[in-house]
């Protein structure tokens, strides 16, 4: 490979092939982090959670500092426990009919024009809305919710500034002093703002419960031990997030690849019931989320190399999804592969706990999509700018309305 190959947000395959054959192991020396790109080492960072550690602190008065993902067992299991009772299969599946009907709404209001931007009408309103029901959150305030979570998610930007590949070309984020005041400023008013909104309605359904699931929540019981207060906000926040963030960039993500790989579309069109495989293979060739980091909990070697006690090591799943030795012809969009076993949702103890609902929402997502749009193409002049997921926070599509959709999709 080409030592001149640069990191792109949005197209980081060339880049994913360099590393992962020159520098599998790559410490950084700007950022002081060690980069781990092949499958087995980064899927042995995500089992082994007692030399690569969550990044938390023991005692925060940050929720989301606090939540399930930033901790460790025995905690984490037991807050798993409590929390899953909630998101069984059985209950993510009877959310089906509801989200296909706020699909079919969605896309009514915008199949006449033959164009939209995705996120704006489609993609992102989807997932807040199942999250927002979900949590018995009114309809007036889902807006403000996507400030809040837009400003949480852009904080995570001070762990990723910048990379660079053996050439020492940096692609960075902008990294003025000023701006990362500023993101902090945001993150810390956004998390107090959540943070009151949530614990009003906590305190409210402890009085008055209802059918949703901070009411579950709050009656969820594992060993004589019930979700406190503090707890239950932290997951609310975090749902709110991760539900919102997550899925709204595998439903972009979709798209892209079609975009990129048009005989994708052609075969979804003819074959729908492919819809699944094509979100599989999507989760894998563009991980919604490309990258999680780690604390190491103590000196450890990694292929020769030694890493630290206490220094920070960034896991690439995107990279790892495109690892050879585990899935052969990586940069091939190929929907009948028959290993899944990509780190799209993380793997361990960290499992992502809402894999199931998220490839379920956009699953439905994609099939009313094709039975309301055709030939659904990204807008030639659109410039794609990537948020800090490598997905994008606009996309413009044009599109055929179909005149009389094929129901059996």
Known sequence: MASDVRFNPLYPFSWYQHMLTHHPIYYHKKQKQWHLFRYQDVKE???????????AREETSS?????????????????RSLISQAFTPKAVQQLQPRIREIARTLLEEVKESGSMDLVESFSYPLPVIVIAELLGIPKEDREQFKKWSDHIVESTELDDL???????????????AVRQIRIIQRFRRAEKE?????????????KNPKADLISQLIRAEVEGEKLTDFELLGFCMLLLIAGNETTTNLINNVVLCMDQFPHVQEHVAQHPTDIRKVVEETLRYRAPVPTLSRIAGEDVDVRGYRIKKGERVILWLGAANHDSTQFPRPHDFNWNRTNHKHMAFGHGIHFCLGAPLARLEAEIALRELFLHCSHIRIQSNAKLQP????????LPVLFYRRQAPCERI
């Open 387 to 394: 948020n800090i997921m490598h997905s994008v926070d606009r």
């Open 45 to 55: 960072a995500l089992r082994n959670h007692q030399l690569f550690q969550q990044d």
């Open 162 to 176: 910048d990379m660079s590949d053996a050439s020492g070309r940096i692609w960075k984020w902008p990294k003025k």
């Open 194 to 206: 959540m943070g009151a909104y949530f614990l009003e309605i906590i305190r409210e359904r402890k």
């Open 63 to 79: 929720p989301l500092e606090s939540s399930l993902v930033m901790l460790s067992p025995p905690k984490h299991g037991q807050m």
